[in-house]
């Protein structure tokens, strides 16, 4: 059973930045294919950001294309979002995901996930 805890939540301000972390425990983030997805208040939760299980392959939605970057540090069994030029669409709770592919899997873009972390909340102030 993997557990996944986000953090780096917080307030920023229009045009800001916040980097959000994912520890992973009870299995390697290099086993899997990670994603962030977001979930604004009314709204349903969507993929922002995604990466393959090698760390090769990324995806983003287009609305964070250019802004967001996900990367993972297997050293530290860590998965990242760094958020850049934030607009205050961006608030929302911010949730990661794991999925376990086989090793050959190249995919970063998956619809379904295993495990889910708790979320953090991500406010950005015009």
């Known amino acids: 059973q993997v557990q996944l805890v986000e953090s780096g939540g917080g307030l920023a301000q229009d045009g800001g930045s916040l980097r959000l972390s994912c520890a992973a425990s009870?299995?390697?983030?290099?086993?899997?294919?990670m994603g962030w997805f977001r979930q604004a208040p009314g709204k349903e939760r969507a993929l922002v950001a995604a990466?393959?299980?090698?760390?090769?392959?990324?995806y983003y939605a287009d609305s964070v294309k250019g802004r967001f970057a996900i990367s993972k540090d297997s050293a530290k069994n860590t998965v990242y979002l760094r958020m850049n030029s934030l607009k205050p669409e961006d608030t929302a709770v911010y949730y990661c995901?794991?999925?376990?592919?086989?090793?050959?899997?190249?995919?970063?873009?998956?619809?379904?996930?295993?495990?889910w972390g708790q979320g953090t909340q991500v406010t950005v102030s015009s």
């Open positions: 995901a794991a999925r376990w592919v086989p090793f050959y899997s190249g995919s970063s873009y998956f619809t379904s996930y295993d495990y």
């Open positions: 009870g299995g390697t983030v290099s086993a899997y294919a």
């Open positions: 990466v393959s299980r090698s760390g090769d392959t990324t």
